[in-house]
């Protein structure tokens, strides 16, 4: 329990950078008209697969 309380400090920025990421990039999937694959897919890729996930949409998932 002290491991946990000790390493709260350093999770919880990460938690809020990662919840931050995963509303960016939900929020440009909505708006955005096209993607590289499916809508849904790149949805449950950002939700299920934490951190990188949103990254991986941002960099790779958007059609320009």
């Known amino acids: 329990m002290e491991a946990v309380l000790k390493l709260l400090p350093l999770l919880v ?3 809020i950078l990662e919840l931050i ?3 960016v990039a939900l929020v440009d ?3 955005r ?7 849904w897919a790149w949805a449950l890729v950002i939700v ?4 990188i996930g949103p990254i991986v949409y941002l960099v790779a998932g958007r059609e320009e």
């Not at 008209?33 to 809508?39: A, F, N, S, W």
Request: aromatic fraction near 0%.
């Open 13 to 15: 920025p990460i938690a």
């Open 29 to 31: 999937l909505v708006r």
């Open 33 to 39: 008209e096209r993607t590289k694959g499916p809508k």
């Open 21 to 23: 990421l995963m509303i």
């Open 48 to 51: 299920l697969v934490n951190v």
